[in-house]
């Protein structure tokens, strides 16, 4: 079991100027933030990162959302942390998460919903050196 995860504070997050809110939240669970920097997708790069929903019905609409502005990319050390991570942001759907998760606080929709975590150890792997080589 790895120690790391890859967490995404989404455009959302970042127009509605809750970069700060959410780091709280996530340093108030344990996590140690070890990396962080702001980047800006473009499509090539979005549509590679997500090429496992290529073909699913909300893919572009993804796309967009994902390139339409700044995010911010952490990479996240506690034990266990990619179950425990998945755990603090709740389901992808807002309506169907946990009250107290970040995304139940801050989540939009499904689509826009503030914050990405890994969702296995090998994705956690294939993310982080995606974004910081
Ligand atoms: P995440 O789990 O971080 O990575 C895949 C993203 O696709 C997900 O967050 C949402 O932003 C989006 N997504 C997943 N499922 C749906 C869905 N059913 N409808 C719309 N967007 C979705």
Do not use: C, W
């Not at 959410?22 to 962080?36: K, L, P, R, T, Y």
């Not at 169907?96 to 939009?108: C, E, M, P």
């Amino acid at each position: 079991m790895t120690n790391k995860t890859l967490a995404i504070i989404k455009p959302d997050a970042v127009k509605r100027n809750l970069i700060g809110k959410i780091i709280s939240i996530i340093e108030e669970n344990d996590f140690v933030v070890s990396q962080v920097k702001s980047y800006h997708l473009n499509a090539v790069e979005a549509e590679k990162f997500y090429e496992i929903h290529k073909g699913k019905s909300f893919f572009e609409a993804l796309i967009d959302y994902m390139t339409s502005d700044k995010i911010i990319v952490l990479l996240l050390h506690k034990n266990n942390a990619v179950s425990q991570f998945r755990k603090l942001i709740g389901n992808t759907n807002p309506e169907l998460a946990d009250s107290g998760t970040i995304r139940k606080l801050y989540a939009v929709n499904q689509t826009q919903n503030s914050i990405h975590g890994s969702d296995s150890d090998i994705n956690a792997n294939v993310e982080i050196n995606f974004f910081f080589k």
